[in-house]
């Protein structure tokens, strides 16, 4: 990884297992994604591998909406890299589909599929834009790719969050990338 990804992420990292910030990261999830997360717990990082031009590696942290489990990946890009984010993103998810089916007999038949990917745009807001990715008829790798750009955030909620996120230090020109998927 170049030093200044590997810094931005090791921030990010850093930020999400302190204990004292799970409070002001449940609360920014939950109100940039409109949901009620009540509790995460921190998974590592996934890389992209097989694409060496590309450096991308995502945070993975899992929790609980509703009694229900989720997975989060989270990363903070530039504006101009959302096409390069969703590429290397699902180039990521195929790298580690092709590797958990690279035993089964169905692995060839399901190789087929991951070609064959859905993408559909959701519901936008002024802050947030939102895409979802899904395996053509496969309901397991279905997944929400949210791009909450932090400033317009900051500026859409109370003051006190924008002082938290201050407190978080991270730029307000980035972009908070923010995966979902319901295990």
Not at 53 to 77: A, C, P, R
Not at 87 to 105: A, G, I, P, R, V
Not at 146 to 167: D, S, V
């Amino acid at each position: 990884m170049t030093s200044s990804i590997n810094e931005k992420l090791d921030k990010l990292r850093l930020i999400i297992q302190n204990r004292k910030n799970k409070e002001i990261v449940i609360d920014i999830l939950n109100k940039a994604l409109n949901i009620k997360l009540t509790d995460f717990k921190y998974q590592g990082i996934k890389a992209l591998q097989k694409i060496s031009e590309y450096d991308f590696s995502v945070l993975k942290i899992v929790g609980k909406v509703k009694n229900k489990e989720y997975e989060f990946y989270i990363k903070t890009i530039k504006g101009g890299e959302i096409k390069k984010s969703v590429f290397c993103w699902w180039s990521l998810l195929q790298e580690e589909y092709e590797k958990n089916l690279s035993n089964t007999k169905e692995c060839k038949k399901i190789q087929n599929k991951v070609n064959k990917v859905l993408i559909k745009e959701d519901l936008n807001l002024e802050y947030k834009n939102s895409v979802h990715l899904a395996l053509e008829g496969d309901f397991s790798y279905n997944f929400e790719v949210n791009f909450i750009e932090l400033k317009k955030f900051l500026e859409k909620f109370e003051p006190e969050l924008i002082n938290k996120i201050g407190i978080l230090n991270l730029c307000s020109n980035d972009i908070l990338l923010v995966i979902v998927r319901k295990v």
